[in-house]
């Protein structure tokens, strides 16, 4: 039967042809997660979010509920799927001192904004370049694929989190150094439109949307960098009774942040 035959119902043959001739939103999805950054995104947001789900799921699962051991099961094997997923976010962070080099050299060769600035991100770098191999190492014992104790395992997992943490406390400072030389170009661009040194309203405007823009990144890190510093106070901790919903919650709201800013960055 040819197509033309069928005219009036659909084809599962040619139900592409549903999407149209071009697919814009799909090819940019695509995009998204053929990268190392956009898949670890969406995976952060499972190891998160499930957190969140299972926590709900056990609160029903009361003694008085009828499907309580169902509702138990399925907790128990949505805990089963984020835990691999947080485990491979870790195996996805291999070649992270790489990058992290390279911006070393970068930084050391290129003008700063401010010689805190400057300081602050050299000390970042350092604690980066500490964290990395320390998770390394600690993803390695912890699959036994070298010899280490739990206990000298999870001591090297504890300071890992302690550098990373460090690093997240030092980007609150970056930011709010950034955030004073951004209100101070802000300033100084406000004096020259009034002044009439910028008249060219091309210029202006794209003056003005380039510190909106980056008011708004600022933003995002802001919230993102909240999101992690429980977290990685948490895990620094030997003994943390952080509740684990909470560690969902925060980290959560920084997956979405995250997702959001690479989503942007994507062509």
Request: with cysteine; charged share 20%; aromatic share 10%.
């Amino acid at each position: 039967m040819s197509e033309k035959a069928i005219t009036g119902s659909l084809n599962p043959l040619t139900i592409a042809k549903l999407l149209g001739p071009s697919t814009p939103l799909l090819d940019r999805v695509i995009r998204f997660l053929n990268t190392v950054r956009g898949t670890d995104k969406v995976l952060m947001n499972i190891q998160y979010w499930s957190k969140i789900v299972v926590w709900f799921l056990q609160r029903r699962a009361g003694p008085a509920s009828i499907k309580g051991p169902a509702v138990i099961t399925l907790a128990q094997h949505i805990k089963n799927f984020a835990g691999p997923v947080s485990d491979f976010r870790i195996l996805l962070r291999y070649y992270g001192l790489l990058p992290m080099i390279q911006y070393m050299a970068y930084l050391e060769h290129n003008p700063s904004p401010s010689r805190l600035h400057l300081n602050l991100e050299r000390i970042q770098n350092l604690s980066m370049v500490i964290y990395y191999p320390l998770e390394h190492l600690y993803w390695l014992g912890a699959h036994n694929a070298i010899s280490l104790s739990e206990k000298k395992t999870n001591s090297i997992g504890i300071w890992s989190c302690r550098f990373w943490a460090l690093w997240v406390v030092l980007e609150f400072g970056r930011i709010a150094e950034q955030y004073r030389l951004l209100k101070k170009k802000e300033t100084s661009l406000i004096k020259k439109i009034k002044d009439g040194e910028i008249t060219d309203q091309a210029e202006k405007q794209q003056q003005i949307a380039s510190i909106q823009s980056e008011k708004k990144s600022m933003l995002l890190g802001t919230v993102i960098n909240t999101g992690y510093l429980p977290l990685t106070v948490h895990w620094s901790l030997e003994n943390s009774t952080f509740p684990d919903v909470l560690v969902g919650l925060f980290g959560g709201i920084a997956a979405v942040c995250q997702v959001y800013a690479a989503w942007q960055a994507t062509p």
